[in-house]
């Protein structure tokens, strides 16, 4: 963690003093929330979330983003079994046809045959028929 945390510093000390932004990809939401101003959650190669780190982390629209989240093992309670999210991701060889989420997605409809593109919803980019409120609990109708 020492040597992770003085690599994260000098990327950002070498960013400032540049003037250039910095493009980091990575599985660790922790890293996320204490470098990035902006983030963009990806699933079977496409963006499906995307704005600042506070909307997403703390408000995801996306399912998919919502899952990822709650399955970090710091938003479960110590002695619980971690969130998850059911299936399996698809290989990109052979996508199913509309959403590449559906199969997982317990918001799908017929609807998520189809292709979603992204757009802008708010203040953040989307790809989802059926975006989530600030409660996971109510879609979007």
């Known amino acids: 963690m ?36 902006m983030v963009s959650v990806m699933y079977a190669g496409r963006i499906v979330e995307s704005g600042t780190v506070q909307q997403v982390l703390e408000h995801p ?3 998919y983003a919502h899952g990822l989240i709650a ?39 017929v609807e998520c045959q189809q292709t979603p593109q992204l757009r802008e919803l708010g203040q953040r980019m989307l790809r989802c028929f059926h975006p989530l409120r600030d409660s996971a609990a109510e879609v979007v109708a």
């Open 2 to 37: 020492t040597i992770q945390g003085q690599i994260l510093y000098e990327m950002q000390k070498l960013c400032r003093e540049s003037g250039t932004a910095l493009i980091w990809i990575t599985h660790d939401l922790s890293v996320v929330a204490g470098l990035a101003d």
């Open 61 to 63: 629209r996306h399912p």
């Open 71 to 109: 399955s970090a093992p710091s938003r479960n309670p110590r002695g619980r079994p971690l969130q998850q999210i059911p299936g399996m991701t698809p290989t990109l060889l052979n996508l199913p046809d509309g959403c590449a989420f559906r199969t997982r997605c317990a918001y799908a409809s």
